[in-house]
Structure formats: C-alpha cells, structure tokens
C-alpha cells in the first residue's frame, strides 16, 4: 500500500508516472533507441496481441491516438458525407471531431441521471432517416447502458462505435468496455489509466476486414508488408503508434490490473466517507450490485456548491479539476451545435473531479476526504 509523509495532493502528479518505475522505463527506453527499431517494429505488434488479449478481441491496432483511432475507424466502416452519428453532450469533443473529419455530423443528446452517461432514450429520440450510428463515451471507467444501446442499434439497424478512451478495463455485465460495437477506441494519454510518456491509442475490433482497412490507413495506406507500392488502393495518413510508446505500453498492461484495483480501492474508501453527506451526489460505488465494473479513470462527484467546495479545497492544497472546462461538446457553438441539453448543462454546473489515480498515497487519500469533509458544516 503507498505510504509517505506529504498530504498534499496535486489532481495529477505528472513526475510521479516515471518515478513510480524509473530504472525499468530508462532500461526500455535505452533498449529500444541502441536497437534501432523506431517505427512499426516487434514491440508494437506485441503490445497489440497483449491488447487484443487483454479485451478478449481477435484485432488491437496501435495508432498515434484516439481520436486518430475513432476518425480511422470511422472512414475504414465507410461513414458517408451527412451521416449522422449520435453521441452524448456529456463527452470530450473528440468524438465529434472524429466524426467530423471522418465526414458525418455529430449529434449530441442528454445523460442519464441514473449514471451521468448518454441516455439510451434521447439516443432513440434523436434517430432520423440520416442517422448511421451510435458512439456512446463511456465516460471517467465507466461503461454506458449497453444492454439497451446494443438493442436500439439492432431496431434500426445501426452501427455502433465506443469512444473508449477513458475505459480499459471496465465492464459491463461481463464484457469489456470497446468490445460491444464495430470497434472501440482507447487512448493512452499520459494520464489515462494506461498511460504512455506522449500520445498513443488504439482500436480494437472482431471484424478482420475492418482491421486490415485501418491497419493500411494508418501507414499511408500500405498492406501488410508495410510497402509502399502502386498497389496502395486505400487512401491513408499517418497515425501509427512509435515503438517506443509500444515497449512502455506493452509493460505497463502486465501491472494494469493492479492499477484499477489501486483506483478501486480509493473510490471505495471516498464512497464510504462522503455517503452520509445529503449535500454530496457521487458515482455509483465500485462494489455495486449493478452491471458495471467501473475503472474509475476519474471519481466525479456533483455539488451544487461545487466552485466554493473547489476553493475549500483548493486552499487545503488538494488539486481539483472541473472536467473539460465545464462544457460538454453540444456547447461549442462555433462549430454549430445547436442542442440545448439542460440535464447535462446541469450537470456540468455542479460536477468536480477529486484526485484520482493508482500512486495516491493513503495518507493523500485522507487528505481529500477530510478537505470534503471539513466543507461541510
Ligand atoms: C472521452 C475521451 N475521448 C477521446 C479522447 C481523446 O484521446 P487522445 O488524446 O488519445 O486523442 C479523450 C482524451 O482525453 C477522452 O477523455
């Protein structure tokens, strides 16, 4: 269990990511630059089979990012111009970027109450003869409805892609997280729960046919001997992930159970200190009788007091972040969102982000807890 003598807690200690493993990252690092294997070599490959294992998929496809990863989906499954693909407001505007560049038109709809993800109602509300899709976000580990995503998708024929980003290892009712639709997108970001030292994601999918169409797109359109000939007949870019990332990514994963358990275990124990406060509406907790097996890649809570629960903490040297500037993507009106969406406004107004990741100290983790607590009179 960590332990240490600080209390106090930045929202995220970047240094602390390298020193958690410093010896073994300098060695990969070392290993990797006097091998001279930069780009596309074995540590990649292997770092897919690792992943695709890990999701319990037959394809995982190293790329650049995820928001790489969801536009290449996208194109690779034949998104046409003016098809429109549903996701919730309550997202990062990654998504829709994707979807916009991978020529579509994002559609925001309302969250849920029940679990602050994308209302399977509100996507059946907004279904039109455009419609081509669902991308449901699960967003902070936590997986949406499925069940009832997966249900409408197959009423209307629809495809479904998971932004995934924020959810490596979460469940629901058994099946992990980017495992459900076409495909699924992770990031490896350096603050996700498997996070690399730059950016990096991937795709996953069961579709061969798919994996091979955003394997070629990701290297300029090359086939599988990564050449490139006339015989390219795939229009493509570059968005492959660096082998170094892979070499990281590929150690890390082998730790990454331990890692939810850790994000776990701090959920738990804020669950348990913040329950009895009437004024506080948390997250489901992580030993639930639901569906879920949330990740926890962040603990939100929601307040209406939340800017001056932010300050209190604040001035107790706990780091707090209000999640993509308190806007969800149906906001940004310069790029022509027109929705209103006044339950996830709502709750954007009042939502906070705790410190959250697997090196908190239990000494940190207390700290947090009594500057909650001490807010509350
Ligand atoms: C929900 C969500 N989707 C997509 C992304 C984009 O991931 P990347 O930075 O790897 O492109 C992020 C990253 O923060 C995210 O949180």
Redesign the pocket.
């Known amino acids: 269990m960590p332990s240490g003598t600080s209390a106090a807690v930045p929202f995220f200690d970047w240094k602390a990511l390298y020193a958690e493993r410093a010896d073994q990252y300098a060695q990969i690092f070392r290993d990797t630059a006097a091998g001279g294997g930069f780009i596309l070599q074995a540590a990649v490959e292997e770092f897919e089979a690792a992943l695709a294992d890990y999701c319990g998929v037959r394809h995982a496809i190293g790329l650049s990012?995820?928001?790489?990863?969801?536009m290449l989906g996208l194109r690779a499954d034949g998104l046409r111009p003016g098809d429109e693909v549903i996701l919730p407001g309550h997202?990062?505007i990654?998504?829709a970027q994707a979807i916009h560049f991978a020529g579509g038109i994002a559609v925001p709809v309302e969250l849920s109450e029940a679990d602050w993800l994308v209302d399977p109602d509100a996507i059946r509300a907004a279904i039109t003869p455009s419609t081509r899709a669902i991308m449901p976000?699960?967003?902070n580990g936590r997986v949406c409805a499925m069940d009832a995503i997966m249900e409408i998708a197959q009423d209307h024929g629809l495809a479904v892609y998971e932004?995934a980003?924020?959810a490596l290892g979460a469940r629901f009712g058994g099946r992990r997280a980017g495992t459900f639709g076409w495909w699924g997108?992770f990031?490896?970001?350096p603050s996700?729960t498997l996070g690399c030292f730059g950016?990096?994601?991937a795709l996953v999918t069961d579709d061969d046919d798919l994996a091979e169409t955003v394997r070629a797109m990701r290297n300029h359109g090359a086939g599988p001997d990564k050449a490139i000939s006339r015989d390219v007949a795939v229009w493509g870019t570059n968005a492959r992930m660096d082998n170094l990332h892979a070499a990281i990514l590929l150690q890390k994963i082998g730790w990454y159970d331990d890692a939810i358990a850790r994000r776990r275990e701090v959920a738990g124990r804020y669950h348990e200190a913040f329950s009895a406060i009437d004024a506080l509406d948390l997250p489901p907790a992580p030993e639930t009788s639901g569906p879920g097996f949330d990740i926890f890649q962040n603990y939100e809570l929601c307040c209406d007091a939340r800017d001056a629960l932010r300050d209190h903490l604040a001035a107790r040297a706990v780091g707090t972040i209000v999640q993509w500037g308190g806007n969800g993507l149906h906001r940004f009106e310069g790029l022509g969102f027109s929705q209103s969406l006044p339950r996830t406004d709502r709750f954007f107004a009042r939502s906070l982000l705790l410190p959250m990741n697997h090196l908190l100290r239990d000494e940190q983790v207390a700290a947090v807890i009594e500057g909650v607590r001490s807010f509350f009179p």
């Open positions: 990012d995820c928001t790489n990863a969801m997202a990062f990654a998504a976000v699960h967003v932004d980003a924020q997108a990031s490896f970001y996700k950016d990096a994601g």
